[in-house]
């Protein structure tokens, strides 16, 4: 079994920064690529970065400038440096990450249960 657990949520004035985590555990054998996703009331989930496990990233368009994807492959975690956040921002992040378990078939995708990101005007 692997599981998701996602940190660093919480209430921040438009303008201020928040660093989320989320460290992947268990059964694994390798971690392809993670990433975070977000879903606002209302709105379908969508993507805000990726990286895979040899660095390369990729953005929305919304976040470009202002956030910060990296991970610790040893420590099998990625982080999100949210910068310059803003009102439209505020949302829940859902942690995501393609993983070769170390039995089985493979990769899988797994999704952490979310934290919540509320960015004041």
């Known amino acids: 079994q692997v599981h998701l657990v996602e940190s660093g949520g919480g209430l921040v004035q438009a303008g201020g920064s928040l660093r989320l985590s989320c460290a992947a555990s268990g059964s694994i054998f390798s971690i392809n690529a993670m990433g975070w996703y977000r879903q606002a009331p209302g709105k379908q989930r969508e993507l805000v970065a990726t990286i895979t496990s040899g660095g390369n990233t990729n953005y929305a368009d919304s976040v470009k400038g202002r956030f910060t994807i990296s991970r610790d492959n040893a420590k099998n975690t990625v982080y999100l440096q949210m910068n310059i956040l803003k009102p439209e921002d505020t949302a829940v992040y859902i942690c995501?990450?393609?993983?070769?378990?170390?039995?089985?078939?493979?990769?899988?995708?797994?999704w952490g249960q979310g934290t919540q990101v509320t960015v004041s005007s």
């Open positions: 995501y990450a393609r993983i070769f378990p170390r039995t089985g078939w493979g990769p899988n995708d797994y």
